[in-house]
């Protein structure tokens, strides 16, 4: 994956630059629940995704039990 040339050439004290300038213009109340709703948001996610598994499980189980050998035994060897 190829990174662009701008994140790159940003000195540490740039980045905290641009940290200082977010701040002041979103305030601390904003970023913290702007952070909330991040947060909210993964958790949706990891709990849809274990959701999927679940579903995908069972539905591999249910073709698991149709797909079992029905051929009948042989009650009589034939002579």
């Keep these: 994956m ?3 040339m701008i994140l790159t050439n940003v000195p540490p004290m740039g980045w905290l630059l641009i940290a200082v300038v977010v701040l002041v213009l979103f305030g601390r ?3 913290s629940s702007l952070m909330g709703e991040v947060g909210k948001g993964i958790t949706s996610f990891k709990k849809g995704v274990k959701e999927g598994t679940a579903e995908l499980e069972a539905e591999d189980a249910e073709i698991a039990e149709a797909a079992k050998d029905v ?4 009650s009589e060897k034939k002579s």
């Design 29 to 31: 109340g904003k970023i």
């Design 71 to 74: 051929t009948p035994e042989e």
């Design 2 to 4: 190829h990174t662009p």
